[in-house]
């Protein structure tokens, strides 16, 4: 097979397809997220810590001179990254649950037994047989 026609079987595949589709939504997913961040939690937290802003919190080891900049630890960017990131596990988390939820659900209801093959149809038939004749 040609390298393009290898490359071809390749990108058409089901399971690729779906990993884009879910790399997408994926990252719509995440800027969903990082709104609900910053724009909604984030600025109560600030509040609940004296009103200072997460990415301004930061320690500065070396103060700008000149042209050369000031050299800071951002642990205020660190720290909103981590409440993304349990936001984010949150989210996913309950999706999960979700679904699997579902797939219970679809896997409790009642189906239909199975129906008898031939030769349980027959051993059944010839049982009966059996039993009337062998009845009194």
């Not at 089901?14 to 969903?32: C, E, M, S």
């Not at 200072?52 to 500065?60: E, I, P, R, Y």
């Not at 700008?64 to 988390?93: E, K, L």
């Not at 979700?98 to 008898?116: H, I, V």
């Amino acid at each position: 097979m040609s390298f393009w026609g290898e490359f071809k079987s390749f990108a058409v595949r089901g399971n690729v397809i779906d990993l884009a589709v879910a790399v997408v939504v994926g990252g719509a997913f995440g800027k969903i997220v990082t709104s609900l961040v910053n724009d909604i939690v984030t600025p109560p937290l600030g509040i609940l810590i004296g009103g200072v802003d997460f990415a301004n919190l930061k320690v500065t080891l070396r103060h700008a001179v000149g042209n050369t900049p000031a050299v800071t630890i951002n642990y205020g960017s660190f720290i909103q990254t981590m409440i993304n990131f349990v936001i984010i596990a949150f989210a996913i988390f309950v999706v999960v649950r979700l679904l699997n939820r579902l797939k219970r659900k679809e896997a409790d209801a009642p189906s239909l037994p199975p129906a008898p093959s031939r030769e349980e149809v027959l051993l059944t038939e010839i049982r009966d047989a059996l039993r009337e004749r062998n009845a009194p």
